[in-house]
């Protein structure tokens, strides 16, 4: 798999050569996304390079994103999710719409009053009452998202009812978003966050706030969701 013999007496660290050599077996299609790469041993093997070395390689090309360490299992080409910047839809309806099986573990369901910075966003008084809606939201079992959704009571049905797509619970009484407005920046998880993730604290993130609204301006929905950043990028086209 990977070929150092013509690079031996190059200045250029070994690892880094040997990431470089990685990369570019992923670039040319010889490691497909979602496929194991060779475990340390056999990198050694392949190399002659020292374990410190190869983990310092793969830890490398891990911290760019394009490979990802799951536990027990090894490492693997990341299957990075590239969503629109300008889509606004749920995350149960986007998974569907790629082939995969959505899920949600819920933290949170219940009726509230809201925070000051919450009734803002929402544009109702800080005495009303909102539904506090706090999931994982999971495709085919992993986990890629911590969702804390923030809606005005009379916009949802009662919460028996609300499932695990939001938006089509928003639906059922004519209140699906239509505009929107939302934030992302990057940022380090917290070791509860990466607990609910299953992923290693300091692992990167996105933060993303997002304020939806109907056609006369009615806002919908304050939720604010931390994506892991293994698993997801952020695109626009522009001209």
């Keep these: 798999m990977i070929d150092l013999s013509s690079s031996r007496s190059s200045s250029t660290p070994l690892y880094i050569q040997i990431a470089k050599s990685i990369r570019?077996?992923?670039?040319?299609?010889?490691?497909?996304?979602?496929?194991?790469?060779?475990?340390?041993?056999?990198?050694?093997?392949?190399?002659?390079?020292?374990?410190?070395?190869?983990?310092?390689?793969?830890?490398?090309?891990?911290?760019?994103g394009l490979l990802l360490r799951k536990q027990g299992s090894g490492t693997f080409v990341s299957e990075r999710i590239e969503m629109p910047a300008t889509y606004l839809g749920g995350f149960t309806e986007d998974m569907?719409?790629?082939?995969?099986?959505?899920?949600?573990?819920?933290?949170?369901?219940?009726?509230?009053?809201?925070?000051?910075?919450?009734?803002?966003e929402l544009k109702v008084p800080m005495s009303s009452a909102v539904v506090?809606?706090?999931?994982?939201?999971l495709s085919q079992g992993e986990p890629l998202a911590i969702e804390q959704a923030v809606v005005a009571k009379p916009l949802l049905p009662p919460l028996e009812e609300i499932g695990d797509s939001l938006y089509?619970?928003?639906?059922t009484r004519g209140n699906r978003p239509q505009q929107g407005r939302q934030k992302v920046?990057?940022?380090?998880?917290?070791?509860?966050?990466?607990?609910?993730?299953?992923?290693?604290e300091k692992s990167a993130v996105l933060r993303i706030e997002r304020v939806t609204w109907l056609e006369d301006g009615s806002v919908i929905e304050f939720t604010r969701s931390v994506y892991r950043g293994d698993r997801y990028q952020f695109v626009t086209n522009i001209r």
């Design 24 to 64: 570019q077996h992923i670039k040319d299609g010889q490691i497909a996304k979602g496929d194991a790469i060779p475990s340390e041993r056999e990198l050694c093997h392949l190399t002659g390079a020292s374990r410190v070395t190869i983990r310092k390689a793969v830890d490398q090309l891990i911290d760019e």
């Design 96 to 120: 569907r719409a790629r082939g995969e099986a959505p899920g949600s573990v819920w933290l949170a369901r219940s009726y509230a009053n809201p925070t000051r910075a919450e009734a803002a």
């Design 132 to 137: 506090r809606l706090g999931r994982v939201r």
């Design 168 to 171: 089509a619970a928003l639906e």
């Design 185 to 200: 920046r990057a940022s380090i998880v917290s070791p509860t966050e990466a607990g609910l993730l299953s992923i290693p």
